[in-house]
């Protein structure tokens, strides 16, 4: 019996009470709606239907059926059942007739029942379908530029950049038995200027006493005897000068052109010049420059001995110790000073210098320039026979003073003075690697030296004295900092021993943390406790105290001395005079730019990077490139002198270098356009030589400049 209401309406039985095929036919009714929903806007209106009759009251269960259309005939209706006793009515039949009665009356097709098997099959065939589709891309917005990315893919992490391979290192003797050889060679060299300056300096006081009208017995108006003389002392000044031919040809073979060999060429062809007049019996015309190219012996010979002071007083240097204390690499950041092996040092400073590859690359030319032009202006203008005469007043201009001083001089400047401090700089290739990026990493022994931090009195207030003092000092040697020297001294005095710190960290903040036998440990500044919520009692106020911390509770203060020493200072103003950067590396967490500037020059301006950046730097231990310098003395006095110095010789040898050139091609070009012209009285030696030597000038202030700082 279906239930009523009071208004004897029937009421759905309750949910559970359902049967299956009672749920299939509610979800077959509700897709007639759903679909009669979307027909319920035509694309062009119908006329409305003619309203239908209601049904008779006698039978309710019923429904009436709608009158068709007039131009569509209604599907025919099902033959009522033959009367009988009038059972119950059940609302579900009466739902199911009132939607076939609307959708005979829109004219919508009966759907067909839906099985519980026809749903789980067509389920699983839209599951399987979709599994069989590619996963397109997300679609590109109208307007975007960015290209598409593979999201579900992780991009493979990027390759690590391959570490430099190191440069090669050759055979190279020993230190000590290359100081022996480089005093044998400076000592046979030692005393080879001033004998061929007597033998070359009379043709030249000759010619200024005839250009002021004196008159020079057996000199004066005779080419002959002119000649002999020129001959005469041109032999002697090579003779006494052989270590420039030796060196100039010596080179060749290393394939090198260096102004030696243009001086040696220009005296071979100066002698063949006044051989020929004697020979040939032409003994009138133009002066011979013979006297200019024994000057050219005399500063070519100056500035091979020079060279050779500078590598002995470097090599003498370096021999002081096999293994030296400290030695100056060459990083990224620029000039650094470690612990590493002395290996490689002598083949740093075999390399050839700048001004040696600067004279390989552009002498050539000038040589052929030379040639060319000696042919030009004699053969060219009719005059076959004054070739040799044309050639050896290019030559020497070609090869000026200048040009075998441009290293010598400053090299044994600095190398001089290096050796007076105690260090050794590798040649020019060691002075231009650590001196190329203007910058030095400076640590705490570097600004402090040993004895410059003293402890000015300690206070305990929960651990002994011996413990305090023990933890103390293995948190400095954990962290490696310029205190570990000091509190060495305390551990040693107080009977204490150092502990394993495990857990070791570094803050930014100025402090260090560990774990010592399961205790937390703190210690630093006075910031630093307070940044960690440690409980400090009123009356201490360190600005360069040293607080130690266990568990969070404060057990010792020790106050240090930072006392500042007059070589750091110089050394200091030394780095600021030559536009030197210092990279402030310390681990101790007092030493920070504001205490560098209240102890030393307040124009003293140090970097200061990031906590992991002065670790890095400050854990450079280990070379991994060649030895640049070699230092055997402390403190930041000998280092920063060795790169400025460095930082000044490459400065004054690239400039002397650029000055002479500019002069060789000057000279040149002066020469040739002169002896084209046939002008050998504005040509006259001793207007060619003060021409070169009014370009050696320069180089000569340039080189006594490197070894003043």
Same mark, same amino acid.
Not at 27 to 39: A, D, I, K, V, W
Not at 40 to 48: G, I, N, S, V, W
Not at 542 to 552: E, I, N, R, Y
């Given at each position: 019996m279906t239930p009523k209401d009071d208004k004897n309406i029937p009421v759905p039985a309750p949910e559970d009470d359902y049967s299956l095929e009672e749920i299939l036919?509610?979800?077959?009714?509700?897709?007639?709606?759903?679909?009669? @929903?979307?027909?319920?806007?035509?694309?062009?209106?119908?006329?409305? &239907?003619?309203?239908?009759? %209601?049904?008779?009251?006698?039978?309710?269960?019923?429904?009436?059926?709608?009158? %068709?259309?007039?131009?569509?005939?209604?599907?025919?209706?099902? #033959?009522?059942e033959p009367p009988s006793a009038p059972p119950a009515p059940d609302p579900l039949q009466e739902a199911e007739r009132a939607a076939a009665a609307d959708v005979a009356r829109l004219n919508i097709p009966h759907p067909k029942p839906i099985s519980l098997e026809d749903v789980v099959g067509s389920t699983v065939?839209?599951?399987?379908?979709?599994? *069989?589709? #590619?996963?397109? %891309?997300?679609?590109r917005g109208l307007f975007s530029r960015k290209p598409l990315e593979e999201t579900e893919s992780l991009p493979p992490p990027p390759e690590l950049e391959p570490e430099p391979d190191p440069e090669p290192i050759g055979p190279e003797p020993t230190l000590w038995e290359a100081a022996h050889d480089a005093r044998q060679l400076y000592i046979r060299r030692k005393h080879t200027v001033v004998l061929p300056l007597v033998t070359a300096l009379p043709p030249t006081l000759f010619l200024l006493l005839e250009r002021y009208q004196v008159k020079v017995p057996y000199w004066s108006g005779d080419r002959e005897i002119q000649c002999v003389v020129l001959l005469v002392c041109l032999g002697l000044t090579a003779l006494l000068c052989r270590h420039v031919f030796l060196k100039g040809f010596g080179m060749l073979l290393r394939r090198r052109c260096v102004a030696e060999l243009l001086v040696s060429l220009s005296v071979l062809v100066s002698g063949l010049d006044c051989a020929a007049r004697l020979l040939g019996g032409r003994t009138g015309g133009a002066m011979p420059y013979a006297s200019v190219s024994c000057l050219g012996l005399v500063f070519a010979q100056w500035g091979v001995r020079r060279e050779s002071k500078g590598n002995y007083d470097m090599l003498r240097a370096a021999s002081l110790d096999e293994d030296p204390p400290y030695l100056v690499a060459a990083t990224s950041q620029g000039a650094c000073k470690q612990r590493g092996s002395v290996p490689g040092f002598f083949t740093t400073a075999a390399r050839s210098d700048a001004a040696t590859l600067w004279q390989t690359a552009l002498l050539p030319a000038f040589l052929a320039a030379a040639l060319v +032009?000696?042919?030009?202006?004699?053969?060219g203008q009719e005059r076959g026979g004054d070739f040799l005469l044309n050639l050896s007043a290019i030559l020497p201009a070609a090869a000026t003073f200048s040009l075998p001083l441009c290293w010598a001089l400053p090299w044994s400047k600095l190398s001089e003075h290096l050796q007076r401090t105690g260090c050794a700089v590798a040649g020019w290739s060691g002075a231009q690697k650590i001196s190329a990026r203007r910058r030095?990493?400076?640590? $705490?022994? $570097?600004?402090?030296? %040993?004895?410059?931090?003293?402890?000015?009195? *300690?206070?305990?207030?929960?651990?002994?004295?011996?413990? &305090?003092?023990?933890?103390?000092?293995?948190?400095?040697?954990? /962290?490696?900092?310029?205190?570990?020297?000091?509190?060495?001294?305390?551990? @040693?005095?107080?009977?204490? @021993?150092?502990?394993?710190v495990d857990d070791f960290s570094f803050y930014e903040e100025g402090g260090w943390s560990g774990t010592i036998k399961g205790e937390s440990v703190l210690m630093g500044g006075i910031s630093f406790m307070r940044k960690m919520n440690i409980r400090l009692p009123a009356d201490?106020?360190?600005?360069?105290?040293?607080?130690?911390?266990?568990?969070?509770?404060?057990?010792?203060?020790?106050a240090v001395k930072y006392s500042p020493s007059e070589n750091v200072d110089f050394a200091m103003k030394l780095m600021q005079r030559s536009r030197i950067q210092p990279i402030l590396a310390s681990r101790d967490p007092n030493i920070t730019p504001s205490l560098i500037k209240r102890k030393f020059s307040r124009g003293a301006h140090m970097e200061y990077p990031s906590l992991s950046e002065r670790i /890095?730097?400050?854990?450079?231990?280990?070379? @991994?490139?060649?030895?640049?310098?070699?230092? +055997?003395?402390?403190?930041?006095?000998?280092?920063?002198?060795?790169?400025?110095?460095?930082?000044?010789?490459?400065?004054?040898?690239?400039?002397?270098?650029?000055?002479s050139l500019l002069g060789s091609w000057a000279g040149t070009l002066l020469t040739f356009y002169l002896t084209s012209l046939g002008a050998y009285e504005l040509l006259n030696p001793l207007a060619l030589e003060v021409f070169l030597l009014l370009w050696t000038l320069p180089v000569l202030l340039m080189a006594d400049w490197t070894g003043r700082y």
């Open positions: 036919a509610e979800y077959g009714g509700s897709l007639e709606h759903h679909l009669l @929903r979307e027909t319920e806007a035509p694309a062009d209106p119908e006329p409305p &239907a003619a309203p239908a009759e %209601p049904a008779p009251a006698q039978e309710p269960e019923t429904p009436p059926v709608p009158e %068709p259309p007039p131009e569509e005939e209604a599907p025919p209706s099902p #033959p009522p065939d839209a599951v399987m379908e979709e599994s *069989r589709e #590619p996963i397109l %891309p997300p679609k +032009f000696a042919g030009l202006s004699s053969a030095m990493i400076v640590t $705490d022994s $570097d600004l402090f030296p %040993p004895g410059a931090v003293q402890l000015n009195g *300690r206070k305990l207030f929960a651990e002994t004295q011996e413990q &305090a003092v023990s933890l103390a000092a293995s948190m400095a040697r954990a /962290a490696g900092s310029g205190l570990e020297r000091l509190f060495n001294n305390l551990v @040693r005095s107080e009977g204490g @021993r150092y502990e394993k201490v106020n360190l600005k360069t105290g040293v607080f130690l911390a266990v568990d969070k509770e404060l057990i010792a203060v020790f /890095a730097l400050s854990e450079a231990e280990k070379d @991994r490139d060649l030895p640049r310098a070699l230092l +055997f003395r402390e403190g930041l006095l000998p280092y920063a002198e060795t790169v400025a110095g460095s930082l000044r010789l490459c400065k004054a040898v690239r400039r002397a270098a650029a000055i």
